[in-house]
């Protein structure tokens, strides 16, 4: 089992930023690529960014290309997710997610472990 725990979600003005981070803990935990997905009111659940556990390769959603970026402290076994020039459109629970696969994948479905999520709420 792996367990997940997002904290640093909070409520940001248009242009701001926040930074979100995910612990892991249990079996294993390193092994696995570490994800962020996130989900707006009344919306499907959407892939947001990867940083695979092995090679360290990093995969983002186009929407948040140049402004969001993933990257892992394996010592603690954290993702990190910051945000930069936040748009209203992000406005969501963002959720971790832990997929012991090989590649990087963007389908929630993949995933095997989540966490509970934390919310960002950007204002206009």
């Known amino acids: 089992q792996v367990q997940l725990v997002e904290s640093g979600g909070g409520l940001v003005q248009a242009g701001g930023s926040l930074r979100l981070s995910c612990t892991g803990s249990?079996?294993?935990?390193?092994?696995?690529?570490l994800a962020w997905f996130r989900q707006a009111p009344e919306k499907d659940r959407e892939f947001v960014a990867a940083k695979h556990w092995a090679d360290g390769s990093t995969y983002y959603e186009d929407s948040v290309k140049g402004r969001f970026t993933v990257s892992r402290d394996t010592g603690s076994n954290t993702v990190y997710l910051q945000m930069n020039s936040l748009k209203p459109e992000d406005t969501a629970v963002y959720y971790c997610?832990?997929?012991?696969?090989?590649?990087?994948?963007?389908?929630?479905?993949?995933?095997?472990?989540w966490g509970r999520g934390t919310q960002v709420t950007v204002s206009s």
């Open positions: 997610a832990a997929d012991s696969s090989m590649y990087i994948n963007t389908e929630e479905g993949r995933y095997d472990y």
């Open positions: 249990g079996r294993a935990v390193s092994s696995y690529t």
